[in-house]
């Protein structure tokens, strides 16, 4: 790495990590507005999905936020490399954009209609979104494993983990319905609280995206003198 992009590389943390936490901040804030106001309030959060609130009039919040997000996360990745968190050219960084672009495709693809019958736009969007939410956790944990020698690092991998552990922990219980549907005959889908399992699964991964953003925003502060726009020493894990 040159000298030239060594003095970037602060400059290139700060307003990455900053995005990724407004988007996070703004997607809490209007998601979290439908759930209690306007025609999305009668959206049931324990049976229905999240992406049922694009389908409602005024759903085009939901897909701002969503679109927020996914900027957001792009401008933690950014980070995290300028950081020296994660080359660029790296597993956990193409999971992490896997995330950003599984997030535009929902938005893109509207979830399926069910009072009218399943389609293509339908298919995508589950399948995206289903990429989405694996993939994130993922590349989190390996990040966080590629720095479980730096003491420095330990709160925020601590919270990377637990964080990207509860969002898979949400598909076991869809894998259990799923596998025994045989059993019961009962449909995945109605075996379990869809809703509430994947607000839950949500809520963990966009607190990852924020964990993530702190991270690389602390680890470029901790490696950069006050003053300069130089690093002192970042590290090449």
């Known amino acids: 790495m040159t000298t030239s992009e060594l003095g970037t590389g ?16 703004l997607a809490l804030v209007v998601i979290g507005a439908m759930h209690l106001v306007g025609p999305s309030s009668r959206v049931d959060p324990v049976r229905r999905t999240i992406s049922e609130y694009a389908l409602v009039p005024g759903g085009w919040l939901f897909d701002v936020a969503v679109v927020a997000l996914a900027l957001g996360s792009a401008g933690v990745i950014a980070a995290l490399v300028a950081a020296r968190l994660a080359p660029a050219r790296s597993l956990p960084v193409v999971l992490l954009g896997a995330w950003c672009v599984g997030l535009v495709l929902v938005v893109a693809f509207e979830k399926t209609n069910w009072s009218i019958g399943p389609s293509l736009s339908g298919y995508i969007h589950r399948y995206a979104s289903l990429v989405a939410f694996i993939a994130l956790p993922l590349g989190a ?10 003491p420095a690092a330990r709160p925020f991998r601590i919270g990377v983990r637990i964080g990207s552990w509860l969002a898979l922990a949400s598909f076991l219980p869809i894998v259990g319905a799923i596998a025994l549907r045989g059993v019961t005959g009962v449909p995945w889908w109605r075996a379990v609280p869809l809703g509430l399992l994947e ?24 490696s950069t003198p006050r003053g300069s726009d130089q690093p002192l020493d970042w590290p090449a894990a």
């Open 10 to 25: 602060p400059r290139v943390v700060e307003p990455g990590a900053r995005a990724g936490m407004a988007g996070v901040l």
């Open 141 to 150: 944990l390996l990040l966080a494993r590629r720095h479980r020698h730096d």
């Open 199 to 222: 607000r839950g699964l949500a809520l963990a991964e966009v607190l990852v995206v924020a964990l993530l953003g702190a991270w690389a925003l602390a680890h470029a502060r901790r």
